[in-house]
């Protein structure tokens, strides 16, 4: 039985950056500032982070990630793996489905975006999480992970900042 968590070694991880970067056109700079730092797929929604600044206890941070481990774990097969990009960092295969306690109460890595972009994504990128640490949000992909968590990050998170990869209508 494989491991619930395996760290990618270098060839993987360039494989799977090289993957990621044609997949979403990613374009990482802080200097630019360009956002998105990737082209968000039609069914995806982008929040704004900024409701976590002011947050004691980091209850919504909490919330927040509860919400979305538990929209990857339900979408993921049983036998299906995560990778965890955490940009220039040590990236990772998970099992969501064979994680126990001995693994630890978190993922190896949040999808908050602590200073470098993290991703969450499924194996083939048809769901997933990008947090951009410039522009303080994270962006949900796909179809069946938004609308297991929609609702969730939009009572935590409060502004919607674009959806589909265009400015969201605010009101």
């Known amino acids: 039985m494989a491991a619930a968590v395996e ?5 993987e991880y360039e494989q799977v950056w090289r993957r990621f970067r044609h997949e979403f056109a990613f374009r990482p700079s802080m200097a630019s500032r360009t956002w998105p730092a990737i082209k968000e797929p039609a069914d995806s929604v982008t929040w704004s982070l900024a409701s976590l600044d002011d947050d004691p206890g980091y209850a919504k941070l909490d919330a927040m990630v509860d919400a979305i481990n538990d929209g990857l774990w339900a979408c993921t ?23 126990t306690a001995k693994d630890g109460p978190r993922w190896p890595a949040s999808m908050m975006p602590d200073g470098d972009y993290n991703i969450h994504v499924a194996e083939d990128f048809r769901y997933g999480t990008f947090g951009h640490p410039w522009e303080n949000s994270i962006c949900v992909m796909g179809a069946p992970l938004l609308q297991r968590v929609a609702s969730s990050l939009d009572e935590i998170l409060l502004r919607r900042v674009r959806e589909g990869g265009t400015s969201a209508v605010t009101t």
């Open 7 to 11: 760290k990618l070694e270098d060839g």
């Open 77 to 99: 097969a049983t036998e299906g793996t995560l990778l965890i990009l955490d940009w220039q960092h040590d990236c990772y295969r998970i099992r969501p489905h064979a994680m």
